[in-house]
């Protein structure tokens, strides 16, 4: 099995910076994607950032030019960096990560139980 532990969240003014991290642990044989999700309260999960074990970062469309995301495979761990937050950045923070636990087993997704971020006006 394998547990992903998120860490940095919490309440900053609009304009301000939060770095996110997460470290997955447990019976780790690779990790392909990591990322970040968010969930507002009453909308759905998205897509905040996603980065391969190459370094290839993906944002979606609010993230972009605000919102950095890295990885340490050698520490399992991916980052999100976060500037220039603005209210409608508040929400539930998601760390998730692709990948399996045996050299011949299937990838499986696997997801953090999330951090909260809330941006003060």
């Known amino acids: 099995q394998v547990q992903l532990v998120e860490s940095g969240g919490g309440l900053v003014q609009a304009g301000g910076s939060l770095r996110l991290s997460c470290a997955a642990s447990?019976?780790?044989?690779?990790?392909?994607?990591m990322g970040w999700y968010r969930q507002a309260p009453g909308k759905q999960r998205d897509l905040v950032a996603t980065?391969?074990?190459?370094?290839?970062?993906r944002y979606a469309d609010s993230a972009k030019g605000r919102f950095t995301i890295s990885r340490d495979n050698a520490k399992n761990a991916v980052y999100l960096q976060m500037n220039s937050l603005q209210p409608e950045d508040t929400a539930v923070y998601y760390c998730?990560?692709?990948?399996?636990?045996?050299?011949?087993?299937?990838?499986?997704?696997?997801w953090g139980q999330g951090t909260q971020v809330t941006v003060s006006s």
């Open positions: 980065i391969t074990r190459a370094g290839s970062p």
């Open positions: 447990g019976s780790i044989f690779s990790i392909n994607f």
């Open positions: 998730t990560a692709r990948g399996r636990t045996t050299a011949w087993g299937q990838q499986n997704d696997y």
